[in-house]
């Protein structure tokens, strides 16, 4: 992402940990070449196509869904088109992740599916079809694209 908002996030990512990866934005395919993310101007529909030649990674095989719970994942980043983006998040998060003594006021901010960084909205759409990705006790909303990036690269 370009411009002051990618600048932002690249600093964002960067205070959680996450450096400045290759993997920087998460969406969720929703078949016929159709993707939701997560933007600045809130979640948007977008075509595959613009991602052509850059690298991604699937999570074909790596978490396994059932036909129910794939139509549950699409379903729900349909319903949250329209979310706004937040880069607060991105900073309440850095919190958390430096274990600052403010974090904990900024956990219901966070935990909210008011707003959504890409991430978040990929792991808040497969929570609402009743599949967990991330088992290690994390507060909802805890997720960044480093987090999706760990999780399918093991």
């Not at 159709?34 to 948007?44: D, F, K, N, R, T």
Request: a negative charge; hydrophobic letters at 35%; proline letters at 5%.
């Amino acid at each position: 992402m370009s411009g002051s908002a990618g600048r932002l996030i690249r600093v964002g990512q960067w205070l959680n940990g996450d450096g400045f990866s290759d993997f920087e934005h998460a969406f969720v395919y929703v078949g016929d070449g159709e993707l939701v993310e997560g933007e600045p101007g809130g979640a948007s529909t977008g075509s595959l196509a613009g991602y052509e030649g850059r690298p991604m990674l699937w999570s074909t095989g790596r978490i396994p869904l059932d036909d129910e719970q794939r139509e549950a994942v699409v379903a729900a980043a349909r319903g949250y088109l329209g979310t706004p983006y937040s880069v607060m998040d991105y900073f309440a998060l850095a919190t958390h992740h430096l274990h600052l003594p403010v974090s904990p006021l900024f956990k219901g901010y966070v935990m909210s599916s008011k707003h959504m960084i890409c991430s978040q909205l990929v792991d808040q759409c497969y929570h609402d079809a009743g599949v967990q990705l991330f088992d290690d006790h994390r507060w909802p909303g805890y997720v960044t694209p480093g987090d999706l990036t760990r999780l399918l690269r093991h």
